[in-house]
């Protein structure tokens, strides 16, 4: 994956646990300040660690830990340095989705090896969307659904996610959401 991910899951065990839990996590997996370059993409093996090793310390499950850190990822990547990005992908929810490939395609010509992943919406209606999720990567569903929920929250909504269909590298979302000042 890539070295911004690894800063966010940084944040994110700062965050919960304090600056020495996440000193500790990177003791115990060897890594260090190279592995957060930003622009930097990096085996998927290491990522995987590195959100284990943080599940451990949350004591959360490996697929716990995406799910929280997809969430935490929508609210990380509006306060830093993707921040302008993020304002520009889409002022509601149908259109932020709508537009995360483009958001990607920009990432990607500033990341060259990067492998992004697709997203189609096929079906929007009045608090009702459904996306297909294409990627190269295998076992990331529960990230997206954290990002979703992530994204409802951006946007004041309150809803819910879940996987209507599932397979290899390939997922469909059903995303169920109302104002949340209603």
């Not at 716990?64 to 969430?71: A, D, M, N, P, V």
């Amino acid at each position: 994956m890539y070295g911004m991910i690894h800063r966010g899951i940084r944040s994110m065990v700062q965050d919960k646990l304090g600056e020495d839990a996440w000193f500790a996590l990177e003791q115990k997996i060897g890594i260090g300040p190279t592995e957060l370059l930003t622009g930097m993409v990096y085996d998927d093996t290491m990522t995987i660690a590195i959100i284990s090793e943080a599940a451990a310390r949350l004591n959360l499950t490996t697929s716990e830990s995406l799910f929280e850190f997809g969430r935490y990822w929508i609210e990380y990547a509006s306060r830093g340095s993707l921040a302008s990005a993020m304002d520009l992908t889409g002022h509601d929810l149908v259109s932020f989705i709508s537009n995360l490939d483009r958001l990607h395609l920009s990432v990607g010509m500033a990341m060259p090896g990067s492998r992004l992943p697709n997203f189609n919406v096929v079906l929007s209606e009045p608090g009702f969307l459904k996306v297909e999720y294409h990627s190269q990567r295998t076992g990331l569903e529960n990230f997206v659904s954290g990002l979703f929920y992530g994204l409802i929250e951006r946007f004041g909504l309150i809803g819910e996610v879940a996987i209507a269909d599932s397979a290899t590298c390939n997922a469909v979302f059903e995303i169920r959401y109302k104002d949340g000042h209603a």
